[in-house]
């Protein structure tokens, strides 16, 4: 059973750091994609990023280039998304996300989920 359990939320400041991780678990990273998808209030969900290891290519939302990076250690099957420069506009719940071989830029496409982990940026 895949399961992932995300983790790093929390409150920071404008401009301030956060890490996030998502401890994944049920399946290798060889097979799947796994990523973050975000969601604020009133809002549509977002993709954040995302790395398939099947072609080995990361994807980044516009919004977040340059200031999130996404990186995973395989040998604790964990993926962590460093963000730095946050925004206010970066506040919602992220999800860690999975699924088999490639990335998509719909929520949709994923059908596991982990729980959510709250990010709020205070201006």
């Known amino acids: 059973e895949v399961q992932l359990q995300a983790s790093g939320g929390g409150l920071v400041q404008a401009g301030g750091s956060l890490r996030l991780s998502c401890a994944a678990s049920g399946f290798t990273f060889d097979d799947y994609a796994i990523g973050w998808f975000r969601q604020a209030p009133g809002k549509e969900r977002e993709g954040v990023s995302c790395?398939?290891?099947?072609?080995?290519?990361?994807y980044y939302a516009d919004s977040v280039k340059g200031r999130f990076t996404f990186s995973s250690d395989n040998a604790k099957n964990t993926v962590y998304l460093p963000m730095n420069s946050l925004k206010p506009e970066d506040t919602a719940v992220y999800y860690c996300v999975a699924r088999a071989y490639y990335c998509s830029g719909s929520g949709a496409d994923f059908g596991s989920w982990g729980q959510g982990t709250q990010v709020t940026v205070s201006s």
């Open positions: 790395m398939s290891s099947s072609d080995g290519t990361t």
